[in-house]
């Protein structure tokens, strides 16, 4: 392969997944913040309406985990379309907006308990947002998880692992 254009590829795979753990770190922080902000608040004024825990005691934690399975669903049916594409890159688009699609409604699952904690002031609502950003990062984005999930042959696995990686550290040969 030239030269220049392996290290085109190289700086364009190495920029997809800083882009990735970008988003990701984004996300994360925001619902963080959200989170500590939510603690606050509770802990300073009180929740908002305690008249609402009944309600919510139930709806919450199904809406939550309803949002997490369409979030895998709606992933998987991303990538189930790339894994028939030849091209790698178009491969990588449908595993990025996959991930974003997934990373939006984790986020939105995590948000729903913390605002359900706002109204109620019920610990559990924190708990389960812990658990949800527990989930959020078991599916953080990578490059084996990318091979994996996309199901790439033994060239295309090569050829992203090779490029992932600094120039010095390598395997191709760099005539």
Do not use: W
Not at 74 to 103: I, N, P, W
């Amino acid at each position: 392969m030239d030269p220049q254009i392996n290290e085109e590829v190289r700086k364009a795979v190495r920029r997809f997944f800083r882009q990735m753990n970008f988003l990701f770190s984004v996300f994360v922080a925001g619902l963080i913040l959200f989170l500590v902000t939510a603690y606050i608040v509770v802990y300073y004024r009180g929740p908002a309406g305690t008249e609402y825990g009944t309600m919510l005691f139930i709806a919450s934690p199904v809406s939550g985990i309803a949002l997490i399975v369409m979030a895998y669903r709606l992933y998987l049916g991303r990538l189930k379309g790339a894994r028939e594409s030849d091209q790698l890159y178009v491969k990588m688009e449908s595993y990025r907006s996959g991930q974003v699609l997934r990373m939006i409604l984790f986020d939105g699952a995590a948000f729903v308990q913390l605002i359900v904690y706002l109204l109620t002031g019920e610990k559990l609502y924190l708990l389960l947002c812990l658990g949800i950003l527990t989930v959020f990062f078991l599916a953080r984005p990578n490059l084996e998880r990318f091979i994996t999930d996309l199901q790439l042959n033994d060239t295309e696995a090569r050829v992203m692992r090779d490029h992932a990686k600094p120039p010095s550290q390598s395997s191709e040969p760099s005539a």
